[in-house]
């Protein structure tokens, strides 16, 4: 009876041995065929981005988890250090959506109202009585865009010199409206200036010291800042093949002068979306249906919005049905991010479900939407894009050697730090991925902003 039980506990203990070796085995061929799956889509992506000619950082998310991230190029064209995920880039008229977060916080708190005309604010000025601070939000003042108007860029947006926001402001003040207030959506940056204005007015702070206090510091956005000069990667000049100088400090100002990285505009995203930003909800903004607020552009449940300044471009995307994030932050004026930007989303959903199917077996989840972007095609009237296009300034032209001349630094799969951080000049509407940046590259041929 004795060496009967004794039989046994033997035999289920070879048979728990021989388990715990098939795990083990098991275990170890997931890991190599997990990394050697990396390794193959790694390559695949790094192929994106050189078939772009891309230079500037990336990231790509979903789910909450960062799948790649990391950078193409050099920080200074003099410099041999490379840029990579934490390298701090313009983020041009992605600024825009800090500066709707701020007016939204303000609302929240009871200092402001959405249907209060401009009159509080700037008493003096013609159409004070006519124009809302809806209408700012929305784009549909019918203030003219400052950026296209050759004589007001000519007289504020020289190199290095200083442009005051009061002198910026109160020269938007003396324009005439060039359309119906409260009419069809017409993107002009002037908007977004006027309301850093009105953030500066009721919080009794400058904007940059206001997004900071409310923003930047409560969320660890340490490689964030409100001025264009934090940068630490260069504007490239594709003419001179040397560093480019952006706009005078103050240009862009709340509609356009932040820069950042990818991981800490991920980080904005997350805490955007997800509840992270008390008295701002992009959801209840957009619930009446509207598709721009804020600075942001709704097709579907994708939010998105571009950017361009005078060599720098940007692009952010987040999708609410897959909590999945696109992040691109350029320092050259060729790079054609919406194209891009579609190549990416494909491929990651490509990623995701590879992934997926060797976690789970053959058979593994899939993943929700098709790949495409078909909420965005029709995001970009040829309006918008004009006025994208004039706000860019003078286009470098791509070349051969310009693709070979900065190496690439890539990373990919990985969590964001603990410390997840400064901004040229952008002044960019929201761009069709079928047809809105493309144009934009083309037609950047004069003043930009």
């Keep these: 009876m004795k060496e009967e039980r004794n039989k046994r506990i033997f035999s289920g203990l070879i048979a728990a041995a021989f388990l715990l070796a098939a795990l083990f085995l098991f275990r170890m061929y997931s890991v190599r065929s997990y990394s050697s799956m990396k390794k193959h889509y790694q390559k695949k992506l790094e192929g994106i981005f050189r078939s ?11 789910d909450g988890k960062i799948l790649f991230s990391g950078g ?18 313009p983020i041009n008229s992605i ?13 929240s708190e009871g200092k402001l109202s959405q249907d209060e005309t ?12 006519r124009v809302t601070v809806r209408q700012l939000l929305e784009m549909n003042s019918g203030i003219p865009n400052y950026t296209d108007d050759q004589d007001f860029l000519s007289r504020f947006s020289g190199g290095t010199g200083i442009v005051e926001t009061a002198e910026l402001v109160d020269a938007i003040l003396q324009f005439k409206l060039d359309g119906s207030t409260g009419g069809e959506f017409h993107y002009s940056n002037s908007n977004y200036v006027l309301l850093g204005a009105i953030i500066e007015k009721l919080s009794g702070q400058s904007y940059g010291d206001y997004i900071e206090s409310e923003f930047l510091k409560p969320l660890g956005l340490s490689h964030s800042s409100s001025s264009a000069q934090d940068a630490e990667v260069k504007p490239y000049d594709g003419e001179t093949k040397s560093d480019g ?3 005078s400090s103050n240009f862009s100002f709340s509609a356009g002068g932040m820069s ?10 997350n805490a955007l979306y997800k509840g992270g930003i008390p008295g701002v909800n992009p959801d209840e903004i957009f619930s009446d249906g509207k598709s721009y607020s804020m600075g942001l552009s709704k097709e579907g449940r994708v939010f998105h919005h571009s950017g361009a300044g005078k060599y720098c471009r940007s692009y952010i995307f987040y999708d609410e049905e897959t909590d999945g994030q696109i992040i691109l932050l350029s320092n050259r004026s060729n790079a054609d991010l919406s194209k891009l930007a579609e190549k990416l989303y494909s491929f990651a959903k490509q990623y995701y479900v590879a992934e997926r199917r060797l976690r789970h077996g053959i058979g593994g989840e899939e993943v929700r939407g098709d790949g495409k972007f078909r909420f965005l095609e029709s995001s970009s009237t040829e309006q918008e894009s004009a006025a994208e296009s004039s706000a860019q300034g003078v286009t470098a032209q791509r070349s051969a050697a310009e693709s070979t001349a900065q190496g690439g630094t890539a990373q990919g799969g990985t969590e964001p730090s603990s410390e997840p951080g400064k901004a040229a000049k952008d002044m960019s509407p929201p761009s069709s991925l079928e047809a809105g940046e493309a144009k934009e590259t083309e037609k950047a041929e004069g003043a930009g902003s």
Excluded: N
């Design 52 to 62: 772009f000619g891309y230079h500037g950082s990336y990231l790509l998310s979903k």
């Design 72 to 89: 193409y190029g050099r920080i200074s064209a003099e410099g041999k250090e490379k840029i990579g995920r934490d390298s701090s880039l």
């Design 95 to 107: 600024t825009k959506q800090f500066t709707g977060a701020a007016v939204f916080r303000l609302i």
């Design 118 to 129: 401009l009159r509080r604010f700037f008493p003096d000025c013609g159409y004070a009585d």
């Design 245 to 247: 100088e952006e706009y």
């Design 260 to 269: 950042s990285d990818v991981v800490d505009l991920y980080e904005w995203q």
